[in-house]
């Protein structure tokens, strides 16, 4: 290299160091985010006196009144018609069975067999039972050949697979077919074939029912013609039961359900037939309407005030145990008071630095939603119901479990030192830069993009609340701590948390959003999603 060539290689250093120079008006509101200020916070809203923080429950409105009351101290505008909160309606439906006799035996849910449903009310009444195997329809084997269940009470065997002497009727070796090992793709065949209703036969239902407790109703959100409101008629319901109870189904036939099973597995044929059973059964869904809110606080811009920077986290978790334990309370310390947690102390460090005259350009939304946990509804609801435009809306920074160690980092050097990044490549370059900068100039951590493979298993990209902004092409990142084994547990306590750890990642959520809010241009939206865009 000459002497030409070393001072322009000198001078491209230089500017690129000038580049990304730390801001000291940036690092000074950073540190309002302590340790200290998250303990403070995560101590109330993860106590047991929030009772899990349960979305339409009384401790998920506790959560909810204590976060609009934060909002209020640091004096952020509440922007839905002077009130913090966005009202989420939400239908709670439960799907009961109000009777079910089989040859004159009235069964108990519970006791005798469980039950899955959808759809609108339904009475069924036959005379007859299609027995049809192991639902098993495959090239070598078919319980179902020539056979037609449509609008049928149908019985099945749903465990295993044909096995005479060691070896599969559906694979010819002694190894059994997926039809063994999936756990819903005989129910799937027998479905699309259009039965009245599948009675669902395994011994393993015996261990199920002794750990059974009424189910509680499914929440979605309430909007017209929406499958939870819905009239119209569902899939077939299921019934799982014993064996036992399937001897008490096939009484009338003089038929036995070991019997029917032991001559299929001895001949490796199907033994499909239909036998005669009285059978009524009566159930369907009953809707209640559920209210919950998601927490909004905003703190208006300068010159670029139009456009909107997020900060969500969810604030609801899972509520009660169900377990009989000690623990009554799923506490949801890490998921997601810590997400919480760091939303409201970044909140803080904004407001004080608009206090003192150095507020961000771009307006903030600070959002707090509910019903994370029960399908991303809080969420889903602002996406489609905005109080800013998402037109205006120019990036996301979701907040989900960012104050333990997941399980992979356990023992390694960058145990406390670490968090996973999922989303900031996936719309637009100029995101992933500044989220890039922002680590590299000041927090310094490890940045692990496993989750942000579009074939990762786990699907973390799609489970929590950046995926409502990014499906509606609104670039997005999402900090994540990873799992740990605490997860929807009542052991996910405060106790556990690092809050330096926590502080350290919320910082790293401040500096980003900081960029975002003042840089003259907003991130751009120049790639194509790699992620499908269905859940």
């Not at 849910?109 to 899955?116: P, S, V």
């Not at 922002?438 to 950046?466: C, F, G, L, W």
Request: contains cysteine; neutral net charge; charged residues 25%.
């Amino acid at each position: 290299m000459n002497i030409k060539q070393l001072l322009w290689a000198f001078l491209v250093v230089g500017l690129s160091i000038q580049g990304f120079a730390q801001d000291p008006i940036a690092e000074k509101y950073a540190r309002i985010i302590t340790p200290k200020l998250g303990k403070k916070h995560l101590k109330i809203l993860a106590s047991d006196k929030f009772e899990g923080r349960e979305t339409g429950k009384p401790g998920g409105k506790k959560a909810a009144d204590y976060i609009a009351a934060e909002f209020k101290k640091l004096g952020l505008t509440a922007p839905v018609n002077g009130s913090y909160f966005q009202d989420v309606p939400l239908v709670e439906t439960s799907f009961q069975v109000s009777s079910f006799n089989v040859n004159g035996t009235d069964l108990t849910i519970g006791k005798d067999y469980l039950f899955t449903g959808s759809g609108a009310s339904k009475e069924i009444k036959a005379s007859d039972i299609v027995f049809v195997g192991y639902g098993i329809s495959s090239e070598n084997y078919d319980d179902l050949k020539n056979i037609d269940i449509k609008d049928k009470v149908v019985m099945l065997i749903n465990k295993g697979e044909p096995m005479a002497n060691g070896v599969s009727a559906i694979s010819k070796t002694g190894t059994p077919s997926d039809w063994t090992s999936s756990r819903s793709k005989r129910l799937q065949n027998i479905m699309a074939k259009g039965p009245s209703l599948i009675i669902a036969v395994s011994p393993d239902v015996s261990n199920s029912l002794k750990q059974y407790r009424p189910a509680t109703g499914r929440l979605s959100l309430k909007k017209p013609n929406s499958p939870a409101t819905s009239t119209r008629a569902g899939s077939a319901a299921i019934v799982y039961t014993t064996p036992e109870m399937a001897n008490l189904m096939l009484k009338n036939s003089g038929k036995t359900f070991d019997g029917l099973k032991s001559a299929i597995d001895n001949s490796s044929t199907p033994q499909s037939q239909t036998v005669s059973s009285t059978v009524a059964i009566n159930y369907g869904p009953t809707l209640k309407d559920v209210q919950s809110v998601n927490v909004l606080g905003y703190l208006e811009g300068s010159d670029l005030e139009s456009e909107v920077l997020v900060f969500s986290a969810h604030y609801d978790h899972i509520g009660l145990t169900t377990d009989g334990g000690k623990d009554k309370v799923n506490n949801g310390a890490d998921d997601d008071g810590s997400g919480t947690t760091g939303v409201l102390e970044i909140a803080r460090a904004y407001a004080k630095a608009k206090k003192d005259g150095k507020g961000p350009r771009r307006s903030i939304l600070f959002l707090l939603v509910t019903g994370e946990e029960k399908g991303l509804l809080g969420s889903e609801w602002y996406s489609e119901n905005p109080i800013y435009p998402l037109a205006n809306t120019i990036t996301d920074l979701n907040i989900d479990m960012i104050g333990r160690t997941g399980e992979e980092y356990k023992g390694s050097a960058d145990s406390a030192n670490y968090c996973y990044l999922i989303g900031s490549d996936k719309l637009s370059t100029d995101l992933h830069k500044i989220s890039e900068n922002a680590n590299a100039v000041y927090t310094k951590m490890k940045i692990d993009y496993k989750y942000n493979d579009p074939q990762d298993p786990e699907r973390i990209y799609y489970r929590s609340d950046h995926y409502n902004f990014a499906k509606h092409g609104i670039p997005i990142v999402f900090y994540f701590n990873g799992v740990h084994e605490d997860y929807h547990k009542a052991s996910d306590e405060v106790k556990k948390i690092n809050f330096d750890l926590l502080a350290k990642r919320a910082q790293l959520v401040f500096y980003t959003g900081w960029d975002l809010a003042n840089r003259d241009k907003r991130p751009v939206v120049d790639v194509k999603n790699d992620m499908p865009n269905s859940r």
